[in-house]
T-cell receptor, first 111, second 114 residues
């Protein structure tokens, strides 16, 4: 499957600070999906981006898909302790719907 | 609405013992099914996927096998567990032909091999 690299691997922030994680591919992606996994939990789908340059917002979360469809980002404004977890990106549009996930970014929010 | 059940939630097994993890999906039919493993709380590795009854594809060579005896049932097995089989096993399903193609995960089975 298509490989993506996520950076950073870890991010510690104070509550109220912003957070951004990046997902980069060396090849053009059909689409990109984002998932969140709370500590001890299972991954939960957040969003799918399909169009070049697409920007989508979910409350304090902003998702972007690059113009070249080779990178994507997730930005959280004014983090809260409920944002703690691991954020994964995964290229979609693959055969049989198989997803190859990035290594994830582990977010810790200090109150 | 669709739900996915996975069990057992936690198990501790000795090296060399067999393994059986089960996953069932309700509220949909003919889904694609997947088994992922997450080691050390980080990346998700796809182990097996299935597009129909009896159809299993393996993504990585390993000590595990999978079966799909019924449309909405997916089983992960091992005849003899290794220490390296420890991890968090996640079953997931996807609706064929769905526009978003999102995966819906079960709550996972945490396996410790001693």
């Amino acid at each position: 499957g298509q490989q993506v690299m996520q950076i950073p691997q870890y991010q510690h922030v104070q509550e109220g600070e912003d957070f951004t994680t990046y997902c980069n591919s060396s090849t053009t992606l059909s689409n990109i999906q984002w998932y969140k996994q709370r500590p001890g939990g299972h991954p939960v789908f957040l969003i799918q981006l399909v169009k070049s340059g697409e920007v989508k917002k979910q409350k304090r979360l902003t998702f972007q898909f690059g113009e070249a469809k080779k990178n994507s980002s997730l930005h959280i404004t004014a983090t809260q302790t409920t944002d703690v977890g691991t954020y994964f990106c995964a290229p979609g549009g693959t055969s049989y719907g198989k997803l190859t996930f990035g290594q994830g970014t582990i977010l810790t929010v200090h109150p | 609405s669709q739900t996915i059940h996975q069990w057992p939630a936690t198990l501790v097994q000795p090296v060399g013992s067999p393994l059986s993890l089960e996953c069932t999906v309700e509220g949909t039919s003919n889904p694609n099914l997947y088994w992922y493993r997450q080691a050390a709380g980080r990346g998700l590795q796809l182990l097996f996927y299935s597009v129909g009854i009896g159809q299993i594809s393996s993504e990585v060579p390993q000590n595990l096998s999978a079966s799909r005896p019924q449309d909405r049932q997916f089983i992960l097995s091992s005849k003899k567990l290794l220490l390296s089989d420890s991890g968090f096993y996640l079953c997931a399903w996807r609706l064929k032909g769905a526009s978003t193609g999102e995966l819906f995960f079960g709550e996972g089975s945490r396996l410790t091999v001693l």
